[in-house]
């Protein structure tokens, strides 16, 4: 995303959709909603919210899991 929106703007009609469409192509491509929030300017819970209205099926969480590894024997 060349431009970054102005902090706390309102995002209405074609610019809304074209925002989503780009921040579904970036997610879909493996980009973080963080490093999407960053990029654009926004902040994480309007990036998240914009994915959801764009259908996005959300990754889960990422990092180190708790408890034993199931012993594959």
């Known amino acids: 995303m060349a431009e970054t929106l102005k902090k706390g703007s309102r995002v209405t009609g ?3 959709d074209k925002l ?8 879909d491509a493996g980009a973080s909603i963080r490093a999407l929030a960053e990029e654009t300017g926004r902040s ?15 990754r889960g ?9 199931a012993s594959s024997a």
């Open 14 to 16: 074609a610019a809304r």
């Open 20 to 27: 989503a469409a780009d921040l579904k192509k970036k997610y």
């Open 44 to 58: 994480y819970g309007f990036v998240h919210r914009m994915l959801s209205e764009s259908g996005v099926a959300l």
């Open 61 to 69: 969480r990422g990092g180190a899991t708790r408890g034993k590894k």
